[in-house]
Protein backbone atom coordinates (compact mmCIF):
# COMPACT_ATOMS: atom_id res chain seq x y z
CA UNK A 1 0.00 0.00 0.00
CA UNK A 2 2.61 2.33 0.89
CA UNK A 3 4.34 1.85 -2.49
CA UNK A 4 1.12 2.56 -4.28
CA UNK A 5 0.68 5.37 -1.98
CA UNK A 6 4.22 6.89 -3.77
CA UNK A 7 4.06 5.99 -6.75
CA UNK A 8 0.64 8.06 -6.86
CA UNK A 9 1.97 10.97 -5.42
CA UNK A 10 4.81 10.73 -7.57
CA UNK A 11 2.47 10.55 -10.67
CA UNK A 12 0.79 13.27 -9.38
CA UNK A 13 3.19 15.57 -8.85
CA UNK A 14 5.00 14.90 -12.44
CA UNK A 15 1.53 15.89 -13.44
CA UNK A 16 1.20 19.39 -11.42
CA UNK A 17 4.83 20.15 -13.08
CA UNK A 18 3.59 19.65 -16.12
CA UNK A 19 0.30 21.04 -15.78
CA UNK A 20 2.44 24.32 -14.34
CA UNK A 21 5.18 24.14 -17.16
CA UNK A 22 1.91 24.50 -19.44
CA UNK A 23 1.29 27.74 -17.84
CA UNK A 24 4.30 29.60 -17.36
CA UNK A 25 5.58 31.96 -20.05
CA UNK A 26 8.73 29.71 -21.06
CA UNK A 27 6.08 26.84 -21.83
CA UNK A 28 4.06 28.97 -23.52
CA UNK A 29 5.62 28.02 -27.44
CA UNK A 30 5.90 24.45 -26.74
CA UNK A 31 2.49 24.00 -25.94
CA UNK A 32 1.43 26.68 -29.00
CA UNK A 33 3.03 24.33 -31.59
CA UNK A 34 1.42 21.33 -30.15
CA UNK A 35 -1.90 22.49 -29.52
CA UNK A 36 -2.03 24.57 -33.13
CA UNK A 37 -0.19 21.37 -34.98
CA UNK A 38 -2.26 18.12 -34.81
CA UNK A 39 0.21 14.63 -34.35
CA UNK A 40 1.17 14.28 -38.19
CA UNK A 41 1.32 10.94 -38.93
CA UNK A 42 4.58 10.84 -40.64
CA UNK A 43 6.55 12.46 -37.42
CA UNK A 44 5.25 9.46 -35.96
CA UNK A 45 6.19 7.08 -38.57
CA UNK A 46 10.23 9.18 -38.96
CA UNK A 47 10.43 8.05 -35.22
CA UNK A 48 9.39 4.55 -35.50
CA UNK A 49 11.52 3.79 -38.12
CA UNK A 50 14.15 5.40 -36.51
CA UNK A 51 13.70 3.29 -33.27
CA UNK A 52 13.73 6.75 -31.22
CA UNK A 53 11.47 5.41 -28.84
CA UNK A 54 12.33 2.99 -26.68
CA UNK A 55 10.72 0.18 -25.02
CA UNK A 56 9.84 1.69 -21.94
CA UNK A 57 8.29 4.88 -24.02
CA UNK A 58 11.33 7.05 -23.43
CA UNK A 59 13.03 8.98 -25.83
CA UNK A 60 15.77 11.93 -24.95
CA UNK A 61 15.61 15.59 -24.92
CA UNK A 62 17.93 15.54 -27.53
CA UNK A 63 15.54 13.30 -29.92
CA UNK A 64 12.61 15.26 -29.32
CA UNK A 65 14.19 18.72 -30.18
CA UNK A 66 14.82 17.23 -33.37
CA UNK A 67 11.10 16.49 -33.54
CA UNK A 68 10.43 19.81 -32.92
CA UNK A 69 13.19 21.19 -35.77
CA UNK A 70 11.08 18.92 -37.89
CA UNK A 71 7.84 20.66 -37.25
CA UNK A 72 9.53 24.01 -37.45
CA UNK A 73 10.39 23.89 -40.91
CA UNK A 74 6.85 22.95 -42.00
CA UNK A 75 5.46 25.76 -43.97
CA UNK A 76 2.65 25.89 -42.05
CA UNK A 77 5.05 27.19 -39.00
CA UNK A 78 8.06 28.37 -41.15
CA UNK A 79 6.11 31.45 -42.31
CA UNK A 80 4.46 32.48 -38.31
CA UNK A 81 7.14 35.22 -36.92
CA UNK A 82 6.47 34.38 -33.17
CA UNK A 83 8.42 30.93 -33.86
CA UNK A 84 12.40 30.36 -34.49
CA UNK A 85 14.39 27.63 -33.73
CA UNK A 86 16.79 28.90 -30.94
CA UNK A 87 13.88 30.00 -28.63
CA UNK A 88 12.36 26.35 -29.69
CA UNK A 89 15.75 24.80 -28.28
CA UNK A 90 15.24 26.76 -25.23
CA UNK A 91 11.58 25.90 -24.75
CA UNK A 92 12.69 21.92 -25.15
CA UNK A 93 15.55 22.54 -22.63
CA UNK A 94 12.92 23.74 -20.19
CA UNK A 95 10.47 20.91 -20.77
CA UNK A 96 13.59 18.53 -20.24
CA UNK A 97 14.28 19.96 -16.53
CA UNK A 98 10.90 19.94 -15.80
CA UNK A 99 9.89 16.18 -16.28
CA UNK A 100 13.29 14.39 -16.88
CA UNK A 101 13.55 10.92 -15.24
CA UNK A 102 16.95 9.89 -13.65
CA UNK A 103 18.31 8.94 -17.02
CA UNK A 104 17.50 12.14 -18.36
CA UNK A 105 14.75 10.48 -20.98
CA UNK A 106 11.39 12.03 -21.50
CA UNK A 107 8.66 9.53 -21.61
CA UNK A 108 5.77 10.00 -24.46
CA UNK A 109 3.03 9.46 -22.12
CA UNK A 110 4.25 12.62 -20.67
CA UNK A 111 4.24 14.77 -23.75
CA UNK A 112 0.90 13.45 -24.35
CA UNK A 113 -0.18 15.24 -21.40
CA UNK A 114 0.85 18.62 -23.65
CA UNK A 115 -1.07 17.50 -26.79
CA UNK A 116 -4.86 18.42 -27.64
CA UNK A 117 -7.30 15.70 -25.87
CA UNK A 118 -7.64 13.79 -28.93
CA UNK A 119 -4.21 13.30 -30.21
CA UNK A 120 -2.99 12.01 -26.66
CA UNK A 121 -4.86 8.49 -26.50
CA UNK A 122 -2.82 7.95 -30.12
CA UNK A 123 0.65 9.01 -28.09
CA UNK A 124 0.17 6.37 -25.21
CA UNK A 125 -0.87 3.67 -27.50
CA UNK A 126 2.38 4.02 -29.87
CA UNK A 127 4.24 4.58 -26.46
CA UNK A 128 2.46 0.98 -25.23
CA UNK A 129 3.53 -0.83 -28.64
CA UNK A 130 7.11 0.41 -27.88
CA UNK A 131 7.51 -2.27 -25.33
CA UNK A 132 9.66 -5.25 -26.20
CA UNK A 133 7.24 -7.99 -27.18
CA UNK A 134 8.49 -11.43 -27.95
CA UNK A 135 7.37 -12.88 -31.34
CA UNK A 136 4.67 -15.10 -29.59
CA UNK A 137 3.47 -12.13 -27.68
CA UNK A 138 2.96 -10.39 -30.57
CA UNK A 139 1.28 -12.93 -32.92
CA UNK A 140 -1.26 -13.78 -29.51
CA UNK A 141 -1.90 -9.93 -29.15
CA UNK A 142 -3.18 -9.85 -32.78
CA UNK A 143 -5.02 -13.07 -32.65
CA UNK A 144 -7.51 -11.56 -29.98
CA UNK A 145 -8.71 -9.27 -32.58
CA UNK A 146 -8.25 -11.58 -35.84
CA UNK A 147 -11.49 -14.04 -36.28
CA UNK A 148 -10.35 -15.71 -39.62
CA UNK A 149 -7.63 -16.67 -41.67
CA UNK A 150 -7.50 -13.96 -43.96
CA UNK A 151 -3.65 -11.95 -42.48
CA UNK A 152 -6.07 -8.84 -41.95
CA UNK A 153 -6.79 -6.54 -39.41
CA UNK A 154 -10.21 -5.08 -40.28
CA UNK A 155 -10.64 -0.81 -38.75
CA UNK A 156 -13.46 -2.74 -36.28
CA UNK A 157 -10.70 -4.77 -34.93
CA UNK A 158 -8.04 -2.21 -34.64
CA UNK A 159 -10.59 -0.11 -32.92
CA UNK A 160 -11.19 -2.97 -30.45
CA UNK A 161 -7.48 -3.10 -29.72
CA UNK A 162 -7.65 0.81 -29.07
CA UNK A 163 -10.38 0.45 -26.99
CA UNK A 164 -9.13 -2.35 -25.32
CA UNK A 165 -5.74 -0.50 -24.27
CA UNK A 166 -8.20 2.39 -23.34
CA UNK A 167 -10.11 0.64 -20.61
CA UNK A 168 -6.55 -1.13 -19.14
CA UNK A 169 -5.47 2.59 -18.90
CA UNK A 170 -8.51 3.77 -17.62
CA UNK A 171 -8.97 6.71 -19.88
CA UNK A 172 -11.92 7.65 -21.83
CA UNK A 173 -12.91 5.57 -24.85
CA UNK A 174 -14.62 8.76 -26.57
CA UNK A 175 -10.77 9.47 -28.62
CA UNK A 176 -10.66 5.91 -29.92
CA UNK A 177 -12.12 6.58 -33.27
CA UNK A 178 -9.54 9.29 -33.69
CA UNK A 179 -6.29 6.86 -32.47
CA UNK A 180 -7.69 4.38 -35.08
CA UNK A 181 -7.71 6.71 -37.83
CA UNK A 182 -4.28 8.55 -36.61
CA UNK A 183 -3.15 4.36 -36.80
CA UNK A 184 -4.09 4.04 -40.39
CA UNK A 185 -2.39 7.04 -41.66
CA UNK A 186 0.75 5.71 -40.24
CA UNK A 187 0.37 3.09 -43.12
CA UNK A 188 -0.79 5.44 -45.63
CA UNK A 189 -3.77 3.35 -45.94
CA UNK A 190 -7.88 4.86 -46.00
CA UNK A 191 -9.98 4.07 -43.33
CA UNK A 192 -11.83 1.41 -45.11
CA UNK A 193 -8.70 -0.89 -45.63
CA UNK A 194 -7.38 -3.67 -43.36
CA UNK A 195 -4.18 -3.66 -42.29
CA UNK A 196 -2.25 -6.82 -42.76
CA UNK A 197 -0.97 -8.40 -40.27
CA UNK A 198 2.87 -7.93 -41.44
CA UNK A 199 2.37 -4.56 -41.18
CA UNK A 200 1.78 -4.29 -37.45
CA UNK A 201 6.20 -4.62 -36.75
CA UNK A 202 6.31 -1.49 -38.01
CA UNK A 203 4.44 -0.23 -35.19
CA UNK A 204 5.29 -3.01 -32.21
CA UNK A 205 8.93 -3.48 -30.56
CA UNK A 206 9.56 -7.07 -31.74
CA UNK A 207 12.09 -9.03 -30.59
CA UNK A 208 14.78 -10.16 -33.57
CA UNK A 209 14.32 -13.12 -35.27
CA UNK A 210 14.79 -15.76 -32.45
CA UNK A 211 15.94 -18.46 -35.51
CA UNK A 212 18.87 -15.80 -37.01
CA UNK A 213 20.31 -15.02 -33.43
CA UNK A 214 20.60 -18.60 -32.41
CA UNK A 215 21.99 -20.01 -35.52
CA UNK A 216 23.11 -17.20 -38.34
CA UNK A 217 24.50 -19.68 -40.46
CA UNK A 218 24.93 -23.80 -40.79
CA UNK A 219 22.32 -26.49 -40.31
CA UNK A 220 20.41 -26.40 -37.24
CA UNK A 221 21.40 -29.69 -34.60
CA UNK A 222 19.74 -31.50 -32.33
CA UNK A 223 20.53 -29.63 -29.47
CA UNK A 224 19.14 -26.45 -30.98
CA UNK A 225 15.79 -27.96 -31.50
CA UNK A 226 15.45 -27.98 -27.67
CA UNK A 227 16.21 -24.47 -27.35
CA UNK A 228 13.67 -23.81 -30.16
CA UNK A 229 11.04 -25.58 -28.45
CA UNK A 230 11.58 -23.60 -24.67
CA UNK A 231 11.69 -20.43 -26.74
CA UNK A 232 8.35 -20.79 -28.48
CA UNK A 233 6.65 -22.92 -25.94
CA UNK A 234 4.77 -19.97 -24.03
CA UNK A 235 2.93 -22.27 -21.78
CA UNK A 236 5.81 -24.05 -21.13
CA UNK A 237 4.17 -27.71 -22.04
CA UNK A 238 6.97 -29.06 -23.83
CA UNK A 239 5.26 -28.35 -27.52
CA UNK A 240 4.37 -25.81 -30.17
CA UNK A 241 0.71 -25.48 -30.07
CA UNK A 242 -1.41 -23.54 -32.80
CA UNK A 243 -1.76 -20.31 -32.53
CA UNK A 244 0.44 -17.27 -31.16
CA UNK A 245 3.61 -20.00 -30.44
CA UNK A 246 3.00 -22.17 -33.92
CA UNK A 247 2.01 -18.19 -36.32
CA UNK A 248 5.36 -17.18 -34.52
CA UNK A 249 7.84 -20.15 -35.29
CA UNK A 250 6.55 -20.62 -39.05
CA UNK A 251 6.39 -16.57 -39.51
CA UNK A 252 10.81 -16.83 -38.45
CA UNK A 253 11.32 -19.81 -40.29
CA UNK A 254 10.21 -18.34 -43.19
CA UNK A 255 11.91 -14.82 -42.51
CA UNK A 256 15.11 -17.28 -41.77
CA UNK A 257 14.89 -18.64 -45.36
CA UNK A 258 14.62 -15.16 -46.81
CA UNK A 259 10.68 -15.69 -48.00
CA UNK A 260 8.43 -13.37 -47.70
CA UNK A 261 4.84 -13.88 -47.39
CA UNK A 262 1.71 -11.88 -46.12
CA UNK A 263 -0.71 -12.75 -43.41
CA UNK A 264 -3.19 -15.01 -45.73
CA UNK A 265 -0.12 -16.86 -47.31
CA UNK A 266 1.30 -17.11 -43.19
CA UNK A 267 -1.42 -18.44 -42.29
CA UNK A 268 -1.38 -21.09 -44.99
CA UNK A 269 1.75 -22.23 -44.29
CA UNK A 270 1.09 -22.45 -40.67
CA UNK A 271 -1.75 -25.62 -42.03
CA UNK A 272 1.09 -26.91 -43.90
CA UNK A 273 3.73 -27.31 -41.26
CA UNK A 274 0.74 -29.11 -39.45
CA UNK A 275 0.17 -31.52 -42.72
CA UNK A 276 3.83 -31.68 -43.43
CA UNK A 277 4.23 -33.44 -39.61
CA UNK A 278 0.56 -35.09 -39.84
CA UNK A 279 -0.16 -33.08 -36.93
CA UNK A 280 -3.63 -31.38 -38.40
CA UNK A 281 -5.81 -33.49 -35.50
CA UNK A 282 -3.30 -32.59 -32.26
CA UNK A 283 -2.76 -28.74 -33.78
CA UNK A 284 0.95 -28.85 -31.90
CA UNK A 285 4.22 -29.75 -33.36
CA UNK A 286 7.15 -31.64 -30.77
CA UNK A 287 10.98 -31.25 -30.86
CA UNK A 288 10.67 -34.53 -33.40
CA UNK A 289 9.04 -32.53 -36.08
CA UNK A 290 11.39 -29.40 -36.03
CA UNK A 291 13.65 -30.89 -38.67
CA UNK A 292 10.76 -31.27 -41.02
CA UNK A 293 9.66 -27.88 -40.36
CA UNK A 294 13.24 -26.30 -40.49
CA UNK A 295 14.20 -28.09 -43.97
CA UNK A 296 11.07 -28.99 -45.51
CA UNK A 297 8.52 -26.22 -44.94
CA UNK A 298 10.53 -23.58 -47.01
CA UNK A 299 10.58 -25.80 -49.83
CA UNK A 300 6.62 -25.65 -49.95
CA UNK A 301 5.06 -23.78 -52.47
CA UNK A 302 3.94 -20.38 -51.54
CA UNK A 303 1.17 -19.17 -52.98
Same mark, same amino acid.
Given at each position: ?5 ? #? @? %?? *??? +?? $?? /? ?8 ? =?? &? ?68 ? #? @? %?? *??? +?? $?? /? ?8 ? =?? &? ?89 ? =? ?43 EIRVNGELLFEMVDAALELCDKTSVQRLETDDLKIILTQLPKQRI?
Open positions: DNNKTQ #K @N %NK *NAK +RK $SK /LEFFKMTDKG =LL &LTKILEMYPVKAEYVRAILDSHKIDEDGSIKATELLEFFKTLYVDDALRNDDTININKLRSEVEAFELQI #K @N %ND *NRI +RI $SD /LALLLPQKER =LF &LKFISFCRKKLTSVEFFELLLKYTTDKSGKVTQDQLYKMVKDFANEIGTSEDNCADCVKYILALFNVDEESPLDIFDFPRLFNIENNFLKR =LKPKGKFQAVDFDNIIRHYDRDANGTIDAGGELMALIADVLEYAG
